[in-house]
């Protein structure tokens, strides 16, 4: 089977369209990929964190992945900071790599005037093309946001390559064609996030009944009433209509064939009912995965898997460069 990779921070506060944008996607993807998902606690703390939050937001995602879906038999799922493979490469990515690249880095740019320009932050990137290239992926599903951060990967490889001898793929981005990009409840023109100031912008995996229904009772919406996709003139109603789509399965055609002659308030109303219906699955799973030490049985043995492809790669690599063995 061909070899898929993706990572995700441990940042808590997952939300639909995570799980729309990439979660569902990785599901879907283990019956024809073998698939191998790292949360990337190490880049967590490129800014500051609290450690025991930053534990328990490990823990919960770990749970919340594998009850959307992820199943450990199909997919290794193992944490960044148990592989010492990703920091060794890293380093040696990090000899090929000026450092003016770095600095045209879209996310370092952004977040360099919040968190202050750290080297964690500045070095993201080839820590992160060595957490791709050891498992040798033939695809990387990602977010337009990311495509920057996978042509610098594969731009490495390809260094690495042309000095050493061919070593690593060059993976190709796997783009969603839909739901990729969720828009804020709160503002549609700017992406869902779980780092938004307010926490009416997403929906919570973990969110309650009540919470969902709320948020989407207050969600933005657009001046008239008609239940109509444009995403340029009515980019709110067309945020939520995706939403729909995305968890019941109807082209956008069919809702607004559905809610014609309806108001916001009947289409908001089930759209709420719809995702406490479709979550309660996910919420009840995880409820029973983190009474125990599954998940931390689960993380321990994906470790194991991962470190076999990660440390086969590495000799390789540390052979090539001339290090002593």
């Known amino acids: 089977m061909k070899v ?3 990572g995700i921070q441990p940042s808590g506060n997952l939300h639909i369209g995570n799980y729309l944008g990439a979660i569902k996607q990785w599901v879907e993807l283990q019956k024809s990929y073998r698939v191998f998902i790292s949360i990337v606690d190490l880049h967590a703390i490129t800014v500051p964190q609290d450690p025991r939050e930053l534990r328990k ?42 450092v003016s690249e770095l600095e045209r880095m879209t996310q370092f740019k952004e977040k360099k005037e919040r968190a202050g320009a750290l080297a964690g932050l500045l070095n993201y990137p080839w820590l992160q093309a060595a957490d791709i290239l050891l498992y040798r992926p033939d695809v990387v599903p990602v977010g337009e946001d990311q495509l920057q951060h996978l042509e610098f ?9 042309n000095r050493f001898g061919k070593t690593f793929n060059e993976p ?41 229904r709320r948020k989407i009772k207050i969600a933005v919406t657009d001046s008239d009433k008609e ?18 789509s ?32 479709k979550l309660m699955p996910i919420q009840q799973k995880y409820r029973e995965l983190s009474r125990g030490k599954k998940v931390i049985k689960i993380l321990q043995d994906g470790a194991k898997k991962a470190s076999l492809v990660a440390n086969k790669t590495l000799l390789e690599v540390k052979k090539k460069v001339g290090l002593l063995q």
Not at 153 to 161: D, E, V, W, Y
Not at 227 to 244: C, E, G
């Open 4 to 6: 898929l990779l993706s």
């Open 57 to 98: 937001n490990t823990l919960e995602l770990a749970a919340l992945l594998i009850a959307c879906g992820i199943d450990p038999k199909k997919s290794v799922l193992f944490l960044q900071s148990h592989i010492p493979a990703h920091i060794e490469l890293g380093w040696i990515l990090n000899t090929l790599t000026p």
């Open 153 to 161: 990967t594969r731009t490495l490889a390809r260094k690495f390559n």
């Open 172 to 212: 190709k981005a796997l783009i969603p064609k839909e739901t990729a990009r969720i828009m804020g409840l709160d503002d549609p023109t700017k992406k869902m996030s779980k780092s938004a100031p307010s926490p009416n912008n997403y929906i919570g995996l973990l969110d309650s009944p009540e919470e969902i």
């Open 227 to 244: 239940i109509r996709y444009d995403i340029k003139t009515k980019p709110a109603i067309s945020n939520l209509m995706t939403i729909y």
């Open 246 to 277: 995305a968890f019941s399965e109807l082209s956008h055609g069919a809702i607004e064939k559905r809610y014609q002659n309806k108001g916001y308030a009947q289409f908001k109303n089930d759209l709420a009912e719809l995702l406490v219906k």
